[in-house]
């Protein structure tokens, strides 16, 4: 399975951005990390293929919001109400289950960069 990230950029606080991650095909799972400068990789979102469950980590609850297009094959994760505490590269990954932790995740695309302006 090969993943395609794209839709970072610069935004002011307070901005949007929508991520996409376009997949050559299906794992149970799809995921979104991140990783800014200096520290480790953190979970962001995920969301289940079929179901359309989701999960997010509480720093973006409320703020971003994941969802998929499945005749698309294309995973979207619309972030709103951006932080400067945002700013990372963001990483799309598939895996067979709905997991917070990154080693549960077997496909991984390159990132796309998200810089928050304060």
């Known amino acids: 399975v090969q993943l395609q990230a794209s839709g970072g950029g610069l935004v002011q606080a307070g901005g949007s951005l929508r991520l996409s991650c376009a997949a050559s095909?299906?794992?149970?799972?799809m995921g979104w990390f991140r990783q800014a400068p200096g520290k480790e990789r953190e979970f962001v979102s995920a969301?289940?293929?079929?179901?359309?469950?989701?999960y997010y980590a509480d720093s973006v609850k409320g703020r971003f919001t994941i969802s998929r297009d499945n005749a698309k094959n294309t995973v979207y994760l619309q972030m709103n109400s951006l932080k400067s505490e945002d700013t990372a590269i963001y990483y799309c990954?598939?895996?067979?289950?709905?997991?917070?932790?990154?080693?549960?995740?077997?496909?991984w695309g390159k990132g796309t960069l998200v810089t928050v302006s304060s």
């Open positions: 095909g299906r794992t149970l799972a």
């Open positions: 969301i289940k293929w079929n179901s359309g469950i989701t």
């Open positions: 990954a598939g895996g067979g289950l709905l997991s917070n932790r990154y080693n549960e995740y077997n496909y």
